[in-house]
């Protein structure tokens, strides 16, 4: 396994793993990567790790350049374990290394994970002269837990910007004109979902940072690097930011011997008619994580479950459970099912709805074992007057 060189004397040496397939709950079907990146300079520098699993990768990969002993500094830009989960490993070969982190969260995280190394705490925008390049440190705390920053190499023009702008896309390719930019901007788009959108204001300053900045290439820790398309990156970030609610809707549900389903598709054919662009997800066959992808534009969120043992769906308490988490402001929708005779799984899905900041825009709707016609018809009558 080799080093690939990005700019003379800077490479990529982190891990591809093309196997994984859920990543804490969000679906990988691309796979992903962990991104690590060597400078060589008078101080050879390490920036971030990889998952644990993949420090022989990651140290393989550094040897093909040089001897990790002559590893000078480690920048860990983010805490959490797919960047640094094989610092204690690595350590152990990178002898004379310190390791530079943000001040304070980032010593915190890291002396909490993996206890006592040779640390170096930085504070906003301090630099680290490697001798004919610099390191300047940029706080981006929540992009994405508290200790993040993202480090800039002005002399290269390189911004390593750790989660922010990445995607789970595992790929022979480093680099974004190496692959399908359609993919890897819809990789993208579903990583800013389901990673960073509660943490949309702070990614929104993230961006006014790198917008200040002459980039030429943003080196993230997952997926490509992007050395081509970065306006198309850093704007498509602009628009994601926003979280704007467009005349969209999804329609979430779970069925069990069809009628909710039925409610589920005459909910579906009104916003048609209404000329609202409208997603049919059956949390049987969608996962949640590619549903929360189009919550990012959605202004209508509509679920429906029907009754189980006085309860919702499982299914449908995950969906909304993890909704919850991720969802932004300015949503609307309500609560609709099917039910033999408790019924009381629509009142507990409009519960959660409002609990998750949704404003009600249509009293739930209840409809008694099979959906009547004239039952169904009032339900297209009330979303076409909604
Ligand atoms: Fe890729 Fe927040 O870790």
Known sequence: MKAVEITKGVYWVGAIDWSVRNFHGYTTNRGATYNAYLIIDEKITLIDTVKAPFAHELLER???VVDPEKIDYVVSNHVEMDHSGALPEIMQYCKNATVVTSSPA???GLMAHYGEHKYKAVSANETLNLGSR???????????????MVTYCPEEKILFSNDAFGQHYASSGRFDDEEDLNIILEEARKYYANIVMPYSRQASGAIDIAAGLDISIIASSHGVIWRSHVKEIMDAYKEWTKCEAKEKAI????????????????????????????????????????????????KYIIVGSPTLNNNMMPTVAGFLCYLKGLIPKGRKGFAFGSYGWGGQSIGQVEEILKAAGCEICLPMIRLQYIPTKEELDKVREDILAM
Request: glycine fraction near 2%; hydrophobic fraction near 40%.
């Open 251 to 298: 329609v979430v549900f779970d069925s069990m011997w069809h009628s909710t389903e039925t409610i589920a598709q005459t909910i579906t054919e009104a916003l048609k008619e209404k000329g609202v662009q409208v997603k049919f997800f059956d949390l049987k066959q969608n996962h949640m994580s590619d549903i929360l992808t189009e919550v990012l534009d959605t």
């Open 62 to 64: 550094v040897r093909s």
């Open 134 to 148: 610099n390191l300047v440190f940029v706080p981006t705390p929540m992009v994405h837990w508290p200790d993040n």
């Open 106 to 108: 980032g010593m915190k």
